[in-house]
Nanobody, 115 residues
Framework: VQLQACGGGLVQAGGSLRLSCAASGSIFGINEMEWYRQAPGTERELVASISSGGSTNYADYVKGRFTISGDIANNTVYLQMNSLKPEDTAMYYC??????????WGQGTLVTVSS
């Protein structure tokens, strides 16, 4: 089973993108879905997460601009990104987690925001 992320691209500052991530097959036991990002020369960082109960969490720098949504039962997660800034430029990765040692990573989708 693989996670396939898509929706990245080149957008001007202030624009919007919607990322999607879906599993190629059925994955069981997932209780959290997350989006991470990694810019060149930096560590991968958590952007947003959603739990099986629907609780969401966001990094401070995306609050009010990004919205995570998803369906754990159908193994899909989305990230709506509005009011994009050049500093949002990064490779974005999705991750499905069922515990500390049970998780899947997507291959990444590149988001480039021009000023």
């Amino acid at each position: 089973v693989q996670l396939q992320a898509c929706g990245g691209g080149l957008v001007q500052a202030g624009g919007s993108l919607r990322l999607s991530c879906a599993a190629s097959g059925s994955i069981f036991g997932i209780n959290e879905m997350e989006w991470y990002r990694q810019a060149p020369g930096t560590e991968r960082e958590l952007v947003a997460s959603i739990s099986s109960g629907g609780s969401t969490n966001y990094a401070d720098y995306v609050k009010g601009r990004f919205t995570i949504s998803g369906d754990i039962a159908n193994n899909t997660v989305y990230l709506q990104m509005n009011s994009l800034k050049p500093e949002d430029t990064a490779m974005y990765y999705c991750k499905f987690s069922g515990g500390a040692w049970y998780y899947y990573w997507g291959q990444g989708t590149l988001v480039t925001v021009s000023s």
